[in-house]
């Protein structure tokens, strides 16, 4: 149950750290990134990112800790 809440804690961090970082990215582009890129794009780039954060991470640092301690073990 611990190592649940961790992997949640973390994965939380995690998302919102990115998407800060992607926006403050997005913010400080030049307007003739906006003018050549649509706005649909960049939010589907956001979204596909935070995805994979909340969807594949926790699976993958999941299964990398489980081989590690079989190793260990």
Partial sequence: MVATILM?????????FLHHRMLARILRA????????????????FGMDIDTCDTTLPFIFRFWINTFLQVVF
């Fill in 8 to 16: 949640a804690i973390s994965t939380l961090k995690s998302a919102a």
């Fill in 30 to 45: 030049p307007m003739s990134f906006f003018d050549t890129t649509p706005v649909g794009r960049i939010v589907n780039r």
